[in-house]
């Protein structure tokens, strides 16, 4: 089954509104997170990550919070604007190294005018 | 993206066909993974390459084989296409095993 997932596969909001993207992992010896957003016909583009000894991490518009006690991750995007109208992914890399990540299905956002 | 190219960009081939996709960087990074892309499915690891000739499979191998004889080029080769391997592919780069990059995506269709 999958290592990674996400809890809703589309989410609705308003323009100018903040959105929340969960994500559920399993593999308690993930210790790298992102998450990647991904419009129609094109790769995923990096938005944020957070290494697994940090709780919170900042970015533009965006924040990643990391709850290691129940193995969950969110995204939050503040002031929602139709440009962030995408499919968002959430991805861990197990144990360290460079094997590779592990994504979940994805999260349809949808902006709302 | 900048950085990493994918080629072709789009694909038909005829099932029991060979094909080729190639990753190309520009950025000297170590690491280099190939992943598809399938509705339901999110993206799954095929294989990846911790440097020249140094390759391993990841979660969805089976049909594929990859080449790396330099660090900029990485091979995603189907011996014999089949229509299970109609989907979206993914190229992926790193130089310190974090902030994957990702490519434009090849668009294979099998028929």
């Known amino acids: 089954g999958e290592s990674v997932g996400l809890h809703l596969p589309t989410l609705s909001v308003q323009e100018g509104d903040n959105s929340i993207i969960n994500c559920a992992y399993s593999n308690s010896a993930s210790d790298y997170f992102i998450w990647y957003k991904q419009e129609s016909g094109k790769g995923p583009q990096f938005i944020i990550d957070i290494r697994s000894n940090m709780d919170k991490r900042q970015g533009q518009r965006v924040t990643v919070l990391l709850n290691k006690t129940v193995k969950h991750l969110s995204l939050q995007i503040a002031a929602t604007q139709p440009g962030d109208s995408a499919v968002y992914f959430c991805?861990?890399?197990?144990?360290?190294?460079?094997?590779?990540?592990?994504f979940g299905k994805g999260t349809h956002l949808i902006i709302q005018p | 993206d900048a950085g990493i190219t994918q080629s072709p960009r789009h694909k038909v081939t005829e099932t029991g066909t060979p094909v080729t996709l190639r990753c190309h960087q520009t950025?000297?990074?170590?690491?280099m993974y190939w992943y598809r892309q399938d509705p339901g499915h999110g993206l799954r690891l095929i294989h990846y390459s911790y440097g020249v000739k140094d390759t391993d499979k990841g979660e969805v191998s089976d049909g594929y084989s990859v080449s790396r004889s330099k660090t900029e080029d990485f091979l995603l080769t189907l011996e014999s296409a089949t229509s299970s391997q109609t989907s979206v592919y993914f190229c992926?780069?790193?130089?310190?095993?974090?902030?994957?990059?990702f490519g434009s995506g090849t668009r294979l269709t099998v028929v």
């Open positions: 991805a861990e890399r197990g144990g360290g190294g460079a094997d590779g990540l592990t």
């Open positions: 950025e000297n990074h170590r690491y």
């Open positions: 992926a780069i790193t130089g310190t095993g974090e902030g994957y990059t």
